[in-house]
C-alpha cells in the first residue's frame, strides 16, 4: 500500500485537479453545462481520495507550514471565501432556506400546473400536452403537474423540462 501512495497519490491528485478546473470553468461559463455538470460532481468527490492520500505520503512537510504559521492565512481566506457564498443563501429567507434562486424557480415550474407552465412558455396548454405525448410521456390534462405527469410515466420530470426548452421560449 505504501508503494501505491508513494507512486500514485500526486499523479492521481493531479490528473482529477485538472479535470475538475476544465469542468469547473466550463460550467462557470455555462458552456456545455449537460456534458460537464455530473463529471464535476463525480470525479471532484472521488478527488478526496487522492487528496488524502497525497496529504498523507506528504505529512511531514505539510506540517511544516503549520509551524511555521503559513497555513492560517490561506485556510483563513478559503474559509471567508466559502462563507461569501454561502452566507447570501442562508440570509435569504432568514430561516436558511433561501438555496440556489434558479434551483427554487425550476422546482417552482415543476410543480406548476400545465397550464400555468404554458404561460411561462408562451405556449398553448394543448400544444405542450401534444408535445409532451409525443415523446412518450402519459398526459391527462393541462391541470396537473409536470411533476406528476412525468413520475406517472415513468420519465424524469428534468426530460419534460428538456423537451419543453427545446420547442418553447419564455414569454417576454
Do not use: C
Amino acid at each position: 500500500m505504501r508503494d501505491f501512495i508513494n507512486r500514485y497519490a500526486t499523479p492521481l491528485t493531479t490528473g482529477l485537479f485538472i479535470v475538475s478546473t476544465i469542468s469547473g470553468v466550463a460550467l462557470f461559463f455555462h458552456f456545455q453545462s449537460g456534458l460537464f455538470h455530473g463529471m464535476h460532481e463525480w470525479l471532484s468527490m472521488v478527488l478526496i481520495v487522492p487528496f488524502v492520500l497525497h496529504v498523507y505520503k506528504n505529512w511531514l512537510p505539510l506540517t511544516i507550514y503549520f509551524k511555521r504559521n503559513y497555513m492560517t492565512l490561506p485556510l483563513a481566506v478559503s474559509l471567508v471565501a466559502a462563507i461569501a457564498f454561502v452566507a447570501p443563501s442562508l440570509m435569504a429567507t432568514g430561516t436558511g432556506g433561501g438555496g440556489d434562486p434558479l434551483r427554487v424557480t425550476m422546482q417552482a415550474v415543476q410543480a406548476a400546473r400545465i397550464d400555468d407552465a404554458a404561460r411561462l412558455y408562451g405556449a398553448d396548454p394543448a400544444a405542450i400536452l401534444t408535445k409532451l405525448k409525443s415523446n412518450g410521456f402519459d398526459t391527462r390534462g393541462s391541470d396537473e403537474t409536470l411533476t406528476a405527469l412525468a413520475s406517472r410515466s415513468g420519465k424524469s420530470t428534468r426530460e419534460a423540462l428538456f423537451l419543453l426548452a427545446a420547442e418553447y421560449r419564455p414569454a417576454k
